[in-house]
């Protein structure tokens, strides 16, 4: 008796071990199964595609892969919780009410993570959720997180969680202006649901998406600093502006990065030189570059070992020039297409994905981006929010941050600007990340080249660079090689030129004849015409 | 050998055009077709002319199909030059044939075909004229060389401008030949003659500075004796020719405006100078915009600034004008004989660059080019000089020859060759004062556009010169055709 007791414990033992080690595998598999985001529609006309990248950018920066698919494209059995770790459902457009089946029917036996982002709650996640849901019509509506509270800039159609259940948790909360005894959850989790009444534009909002978001999948996230970036520095702003903004903020102390553009070719130029110079006392004044691919235009588009191949030029000559970008920056959608991540993005380890720029209605893109689209995480990934979206927010050095964050502030185009930017940043009191107090270390790696940056010291291909401006009198005053002409070119010419010498002999000589010959003509004519009159 | 010629049934006149219309639509109009691919051009002129690309087409390749807009287009003709009148008739024909909903554009292949053949029944029956001996053929020879060269017919299959523009000053010179040949009074001839200049004129805002050349062409045929009733006209005359150069040059859009002003000295100025930052000393313009050196304002596909952006219209476009740039050649002659070279170098290279002149077929890859019928372009791309100095040099040692044949001509009976000088001088002021003024106002971007005029009105010289000779009429005063 005694001993099938302990048979039995021992069974239950090895079971419980069992289970215990199988989620664990289970856990760590999870890491790399893609968060699926499905939208009704991009509502261009009210920039839900901006929202939708924002989101997608959101999740990059908590370390989930994103797998995007437009609602009407779904077809079963995409969402598989063998698949994915959880879905997330955005409503863009709820006027529509776009449904599919296949879809709802795939959603209700998931198991993972679900979310639901703006109106058109189903039933099933209704019930979920529990609680009561309230829809608010055009109201001031403040959004709270801790001290923090920021004014909602859209006064849109919201619906937002009224009563929770009481096993919900809320993660902000909503006060309306005019009632301020009124208090709404803004985000809310139970269990593995989750809903949040929209990503929105405001700072304070998307850092409560990025909260619930590491909540719900239970990433263990502090909340961490965000890093000043300047972004479109690019070789045609002004470098006196740009020295002066670097000054500025390095006497104020404030540690920046810079995303800088970068031209492929004509960098034998004095210009680009100058250019790099400036980039170079950034660097020494204690900012860091993240190098951005340029703005595509025209209607061809590179492929992907083309993209390689300007990006590394690009990189190996700002690196001639002890230009040593520590990472790369680029708009969301770069994160979306395969062959713009694989060329581009993925030699860095540290990636900042700004916002995308808005499309319009009228415009038609030069590519269609696939039908699903996966976005990819690097071992840092960035997520650029405008630092104009905190300008509304009060007690701005409460704000928490649980993703990695930058904050994004246009390179001043004029002196009073740069002064504005000093209040502004003065006035936030906001806690900036420092890339050498933080311990920052990151490398890119592209062909055979490789930089890092270790808290302040730069490396190139494992070689610590001490005096960035060593030699910097050898680089700037390139001799360019010259030109080897082939031998077919140089016969012709030189036929050019033997041909241009020779007729201009023949011209001369045609020249003298036709002088001569006129004389000639002319004499007889004189004297004809005086034979006739004499 | 004589014998032989005078045996043949077909006159100099109907061998061209049968061996042209042969060798052309055999390249044209057969499947799969050939034609000149799409660098970026087509689309503001295929959407005025209410054709539109039925689906996003490889670049490369030619394209035979377009779609046709049948409702309400906005910008239906809002840019109207003589290429889209000939765009239009196209358009009906295929409307009336073919389909109201699909292009094919073999139908302007047809239109350009059928006004070609005219252009080349023209021009030989005014270099040749009618004898039928053995010389008679060889130079129609020579001429078909020329006029059937597959790097012009390629463009019937295409929307660029050049096409018209070819046509047109084959039948430009062809008249004016034939009034001089037959100075018994014409009137067809002569409102031919215009009429074809009009046009010429209205094909393509760079076209409009062929006007000095037509000036001096139109000349030769004012000069001529016995035209009494036209001399009160001469200035009327001129005065419409100047009126049509300018409503053409300023018959643009903003957007082409800015395109000129921004390639003017992105790939101009900036191009020939290895400081280009000094523009920066005699304008407001940020040393900085030197990096623009090169880049055109369509750039393929990547860049660090968009040139049509506000920041580059705001720091860099507003800050110059034509007359600032006139002052920078000026001051630094060497960077625009550098420029002229470099026109020179272009000049005989007669196909449009990053385009390719076949249909999308199996196994076949984008940007190839065929070979078909282009021994002239072959010969006068790759070993005709490439100096601006030497057609300056060229154009003086051909005039002499003219000049001498004026002088000896003020006596003669016979005052060809004194008429011919007029038109030579024509052409050749095409070919010497287009490239400078080309440079200035569109730099070196889209050479192929710009000078082709100039290789054709050279090599039109070059045939006028050539049938003289054969002629005999530019030193033994016999054989008058």
Known sequence: MWRKGYLWGFLLIILLLLGVKQSTIQAEAADQRPVMLVYDSKNIAEHGDLDLDCCQRLLTSLGLPVKTVQLSQYHAHLLETSHCQGVITMVNWAQVNSRNQAFERDRARFTGVKLHIGSGLQTDERKSLGGHFKTLVHQQLKVHQGQANQLLSTNKTLLVNDKRAGNAMSVGWLTNQNMPAESYSYGVKVGNAGFLPEIGTDGVSINLAGQLIAKLFKLDRQPQLPLLTITGVTPYTKMNHLKHLIDCLSSQGYPFALSIVSVE????????????????????????????????????????????????????????????????????????????????????????????????????????????????????????????????????????????????????????????????LQGSKLRWFDPVRDQLETSLKIGTVSYEYQAGQYLVNHQVVFDLDADIENFATDAKPAESDSWMNRVIQWQSHALLWLFAGIGLVLTGLLVLGWRIYRRKFIRNSGQKKG | MKKIGQLSKFSPVTTAVVACALIVGWLIFMAPIHGYSDNGDFQYLMATNDIYSLHQAKAGYVVQHYGLMKYYNPIHLDHLTAQSVVIQIAVGLNRLFNSQTQFDI?????????????????????????????????????????????????????????????????????????????????????????????????????????????????????????????????????????????????????????????????????????????????????????????????????????????????????????????????????????????????????????????????????????????????????????????????????????????????????????????????????????????????????????????AVCLSLTGLILMSDVLQHRLWRNQDVA
């Open chain 1, 265 to 424: 070719s004509n960098t034998d130029l004095a210009a680009f030189h100058r250019y790099t110079k400036i980039l170079r006392y950034a660097e020494k004044s204690g900012g860091v570059i993240f190098l951005s691919p340029s703005t595509e235009t025209g209607t061809q588009r590179l492929n992907e070992a083309q993209l390689r191949s300007v990006f590394q030029t690009e990189l190996a000559s700002l690196g001639a020039d002890r230009v040593l970008p520590i990472g790369v920056s680029a708009p969301g959608y770069w994160n979306r297409s395969q062959r713009r991540q694989a060329a581009v993005l993925s030699p860095a380890s540290h990636v900042l994905l700004r916002p995308d720029t808005h499309l319009k209605l009228e415009e038609k893109p030069v590519e269609a981006e696939p039908v699903v689209t996966n976005s990819q995480v690097f071992p840092t990934s960035i997520v650029g929010i405008p630092f104009d979206a905190f300008e509304t927010a009060t007690y701005q050095n409460k704000i928490q941050f649980f993703q990695s964050t930058a904050l994004l502030v246009k390179m001043p185009a004029d002196t009073t600007e740069i002064n504005r930017l000093m209040q502004r």
């Open chain 2, 106 to 454: 073999r139908f302007l292949g047809m239109v350009y075909y059928s006004l070609y053949l005219g252009g080349v029944g023209v021009l030989v029956k005014g270099l040749v004229g009618t004898g039928r001996k053995f010389r008679h053929y060889l130079m129609t020879m020579i001429i078909v060389l020329f006029v059937a060269d597959s790097s012009f017919t390629l463009y019937f299959n295409s929307f660029y401008p050049q096409a018209l523009t070819f046509i047109l000053l084959l039948y430009l010179v062809g008249f004016a030949l034939l009034i001089i040949h037959y100075r018994a009074e014409n009137k067809w001839l002569v409102v031919g003659f215009y009429l074809a200049a009009i046009l010429l004129l209205m094909v393509h805002e760079s076209t409009s500075l062929l006007i000095v050349g037509i000036l001096i062409m139109s000349m030769s045929i004012l000069l001529l004796p016995g035209r009494q009733w036209i001399h009160g006209s001469v200035a009327v005359i001129t005065v419409a020719l100047l009126f049509g150069c300018w409503v053409s040059a300023n018959n643009i859009t903003p957007e082409v405006r800015a395109m000129n002003k921004y390639q003017a000295v992105t790939q101009g100025k900036l191009l020939a100078t290895s400081q280009p930052e000094e523009i920066a000393k005699t304008s407001h313009i940020d040393e900085q915009f030197a990096l623009m050196k090169g880049q055109s304002y369509y750039p393929t596909a990547y860049t660090a600034v968009k040139p049509d952006a506000d920041y580059t219209q705001q720091h860099f476009s507003r800050h110059y004008d034509l007359s600032w740039l006139i002052r920078e050649y000026t001051a630094y002659p060497q960077q625009f004989n550098l420029l002229l070279d470099k026109s020179a170098k272009n000049t005989m290279i007669l196909r449009p660059k990053l385009t390719g002149t076949q249909e999308k077929t199996a196994g076949n890859k984008p940007f190839q080019t065929t070979h078909y019928f282009s021994l002239f372009s072959y010969v006068a791309g790759t070993y005709y000089p490439k100096t601006y100095g030497f057609n300056c040099l060229l154009a003086f040692a051909i005039l002499v020859i003219y000049g001498s044949g004026l002088l000896h001509g003020l006596k003669q009976t016979n005052q060809t060759v004194r008429y011919h000088f007029w038109l030579v001088l024509g052409l050749l002021s095409v070919v010497v004062l287009v490239p400078p003024a080309v440079i200035v106002l569109y730099g070196t971007a889209n050479f192929v556009t710009h000078t082709l005029p100039v």
